[in-house]
């Protein structure tokens, strides 16, 4: 198994450009999320998915949207990227829908810079 | 908000000595976690320790968790270099996910 896989490694925006970055797992998880890291800061949560079909807010999502058509998938979309934007951002799942309650299984993530 | 506080932020210590880190959370969990993070890498599981739970070990690991003073703590015994890493706990209360801390940032020392 690949594990959760990250797609780009590095980014480099301008502001106002859009992007998604995508978020892959092959362990058939029901719980997806996606987190940013910034200095000092620890993680927080953006968006999160307990199944297909199902998306919720976390922490900061604003400036984020999030879809989840399939199990094995859960891309984040940058609208109009900001340079507060600028990040590190991690995604995640766990086995079932209880995220909270479970081991999180990260990516190696995406490094974000807009300018 | 960040529920979870990790105390020290840094800490430096000697290869083979005890390292140990804290870290207090503000409202009631149903879990703590505590994760490591290598430079420029994602986080890594360590243990997971329930709301009914004191004790846990894994290997050199032994996590403690203290409900009613709402604190819990990690010690790495004999430390080694490849356990130079940023520690974060995380806490599981609600169906929103893990709220994570700010970390520690462990370096050991040859």
């Known amino acids: 198994n690949a594990g959760v896989t990250q797609t780009p490694k590095f980014q480099v925006l301008k502001t106002g450009q859009s992007m998604t970055l995508q978020c892959a797992q092959d362990?058939?998880?029901?719980?997806m999320s996606w987190y940013r890291q910034d200095p000092g800061m620890g993680l927080r949560l953006i968006h999160y998915s307990v199944g297909a079909g199902i998306t919720d807010q976390g922490e900061v999502p604003n400036g984020y949207n999030v879809s989840r058509s399939t199990t094995e998938d859960f891309p984040l979309r940058l609208l109009s990227a900001a340079p507060s934007q600028t990040s590190v951002y991690f995604c995640?799942?766990?086995?079932?829908?209880?995220?909270?309650?479970?081991?999180?299984?990260f990516g190696p993530g995406t490094r974000l810079l807009v300018l | 908000s960040q529920q979870g506080e990790e105390d020290p932020q840094a800490l430096s210590i000697q290869e083979g000595e005890n390292a140990t880190m804290n870290c207090s959370y503000k409202?009631?969990?149903?879990?703590l976690q505590w994760y490591r993070q290598n430079s420029g890498r994602g986080l890594v599981h360590l243990i997971l320790?329930?709301?009914?739970?004191r004790e846990k070990h894994s290997g050199r690991l032994r996590v403690t968790l203290d409900t009613s003073k709402k604190s819990s703590s990690l010690l790495i015994t004999a430390s080694r270099a490849a356990d130079t890493a940023s520690y974060f706990c995380?806490?599981?209360?609600?169906?929103?996910?893990?709220?994570f801390g700010k970390g520690t940032h462990l370096i050991i020392q040859p």
């Open positions: 362990m058939n998880h029901e719980y």
């Open positions: 995380a806490t599981g209360a609600s169906a929103d996910g893990l709220t």
């Open positions: 320790i329930r709301s009914n739970e």
């Open positions: 409202t009631s969990i149903n879990n």
């Open positions: 995640a799942s766990s086995i079932s829908g209880r995220g909270y309650q479970e081991t999180q299984y």
